[in-house]
């Protein structure tokens, strides 16, 4: 079984850079696709980045490029998003997520291709 542990969340101020991380245990595997997705309150979950398998390919929200960067070790089995820039409309739970499989590009901003998802950590940026 795969678990997925967020961490690196917490309070900033607008301008403001946080790193999260995600760790994961269990069967690991370097071709799977990576992904950070959030919900604010009262707002459905969006997608936020991904990063695919052996190559890497990113992915971000058009509000976060330029901004957000996704990064992976795949020798740890550690998942990075780096946040700069930080506004208060990126206040919300951010939650890691892994597939089973190699996804597609065109599948891979999509929540219902993810497998694993840990439970989430809070990014709250005050103004």
């Known amino acids: 079984q795969v678990q997925l542990v967020e961490s690196g969340g917490g309070r900033v101020q607008a301008g403001g850079s946080l790193r999260l991380s995600c760790a994961a245990s269990g069967r690991t595997f370097s071709t799977f696709n990576w992904g950070w997705f959030r919900q604010a309150p009262g707002k459905e979950r969006e997608f936020v980045s991904a990063i695919s398998g052996g190559d890497s390919i990113t992915d971000y929200l058009g509000s976060v490029k330029g901004r957000f960067t996704i990064s992976r070790d795949n020798a740890k089995n550690l998942v990075y998003l780096q946040m700069n820039g930080l506004k208060a409309e990126d206040t919300a739970v951010y939650y890691c997520?892994?597939?089973?499989?190699?996804?597609?590009?065109?599948?891979?901003?999509?929540?219902?291709?993810?497998?694993?998802w840990g439970r989430g950590t809070q990014v709250t940026v005050s103004s």
């Open positions: 997520a892994r597939t089973l499989i190699p996804l597609t590009r065109d599948r891979a901003t999509d929540a219902r291709y993810y497998i694993y």
